[in-house]
């Protein structure tokens, strides 16, 4: 299996655009969780799906960020629009049966707003 | 939800020495506890886990114990090597499945 696989590795964008972030979880892994990285918060879960729906997204920080998993194999997190604190590492993770394994976290997308 | 803190922020120890990563949880409901090691640049590996029916998980050079009475478990790294140089995460899960991490512990091992 290759492994959680996200897209792109790096994301340097203007102020105001719109970025979505692309996440391919492990076959047959039934959860997903997004998580985002900085220095001054660690790491923080956004939101997470279990087969496909949408169950915690308390984490998500404004209106401005949505997370969609149209099907098992496919995710997608949207920043619209993107500002200069959203700059961070985005990690997505998948796992199955949700607590009973360890997550597999993505090689996280590099985002930069300037 | 589940709130995990850690300590220290960051170690420091000699090569050969134990390094020893200290965590606690605020939900009793939690019962899974895994130790992710993260290296520069690089994504939060799991290296350890725990469940709540055990007290302690040894694999080679790292074990892991738990104390659910106190609601503390601890990360234990023995014989330290540079490569072992990284950031520590303590997580704990509560019952609705998700994964609150610590803060981090920056371990750095001088050769």
């Known amino acids: 299996d290759a492994g959680v696989i996200q897209s792109p590795r790096h994301e340097v964008t203007e102020m105001g655009q719109e970025v979505t972030l692309r996440c391919k979880p492990i076959s047959g892994h039934d959860y997903l969780f997004w998580y985002r990285q900085t220095m001054m918060r660690g790491l923080e879960l956004l939101i997470y799906f279990n087969n496909n729906v949408p169950i915690d997204d308390s984490g998500m920080p404004e209106d401005r960020f949505s997370a969609k998993m149209p099907n098992a194999s496919f995710s997608t997190l949207k920043i619209q629009p993107s500002e200069p604190r959203d700059s961070a590492v985005y990690f997505c993770?998948?796992?199955?049966?949700?607590?009973?394994?360890?997550?597999?976290f993505g090689s996280g997308t590099r985002l930069t707003v300037v | 939800g589940e709130n995990v803190e850690q300590h220290p922020s960051t170690l420091s120890v000699q090569e050969g020495d134990s390094a020893v990563i200290k965590c606690t949880y605020s939900d009793s409901a939690s019962n899974y506890f895994p130790w992710y090691k993260q290296e520069l640049g690089k994504r939060p590996q799991l290296i350890i886990d725990i469940r709540s029916n055990v007290g302690e998980k040894k694999d080679q050079r790292i074990a892991v114990t738990l104390n659910k009475t106190a609601k503390h478990f601890s990360l234990h790294i023995t014989e330290t090597q540079p490569e072992d140089s990284a950031v520590y995460f303590c997580?704990?899960?509560?019952?609705?499945?998700?994964?609150?991490f610590g803060a981090g512990t920056r371990l750095t091992v001088k050769p």
């Open positions: 993770a998948s796992s199955f049966q949700g607590r009973v394994f360890g997550y597999t």
């Open positions: 997580a704990g899960t509560s019952n609705n499945n998700d994964m609150r």
